[in-house]
């Protein structure tokens, strides 16, 4: 089998072509697309559908396949009636650490945007899951994920309210939870986490700024404190064209 030299360690073998060669015509033209992309670099403007139809010699609609498998993979955004170019995924580790930690490294600045916060009976289902009890008041808490002001996720977290009994007073929402706790005397011990790939409710999509379409990103997290003690439940939405995640492992 033939590897081009200068072929980028994660990209697809031969650049995805199948062993009989013969490759979706939109394939090809995404290919030269994600190469015209390179070119321009982060917030290029993209040539209109019609100019790279006549550049590649291809239908409009094959162009505009293209265009949705680049802008689903989030190496392609819309700005006003124009396609640019977008910058890399926000990396986040697959740790304790928080969401606030992991942007701040890669120099955005983190945000959050309260939609609620309000106080519930624990449910059978929470019960079961946290180890927290039936009927013992908990606080939901639901916060849109901000990276540079732009909106990236969709947080929702469940902590009992003896735990942290003046979180609706004391707590600003745009901080992080995870520093508030820290402030409280309460440390992470370990978590659970689930990730799966899903697509938005039609609330989440609006919340988020998303077309429901887009895949997401979903972080199931169950954590207990130093004690083993419950502590959180969270469920996280994250976009999938503006985040990947990462882990270091090891025996």
Known sequence: MDYPNDQDPGAPVRS???????????????????????????????????????????ARETVRQALRDLLLEGRLRRQGRGTVVAGP???????????????????????????????????????????????????????????????????STYVAVARVPRLGTDFDPDSSFYGYLHEQGIAFGEADERIET??????????IGTPPALPMLLIHRVSRDTQGRPLERVRTLYRGDRFSFTARLGD
């Open 89 to 155: 995924k926000l990396e986040q580790p697959l740790s304790l650490a928080s969401y606030t930690e992991g942007v701040r490294r890669q120099g955005r600045t983190p945000g959050r945007s309260l939609i609620t916060l309000d106080r519930f009976p624990c449910n059978d289902a929470l019960a079961a899951e946290t180890g927290l009890t039936r009927g013992e008041p908990v606080w939901h808490m639901e916060r849109v994920l901000l990276a540079d002001d732009e909106r990236v996720g969709l947080e």
């Open 198 to 207: 899903v697509l938005a409710a039609p609330r989440e999509a609006l919340l």
């Open 16 to 58: 995805g072509i199948p062993e009989h060669g013969r490759i979706p015509k939109y394939y090809a033209v995404k290919a030269q697309i994600a190469a015209l992309v390179k070119e321009l670099g982060e917030g290029g403007l993209l040539p209109t559908e019609r100019d790279l139809s006549e550049r590649y010699d291809v």
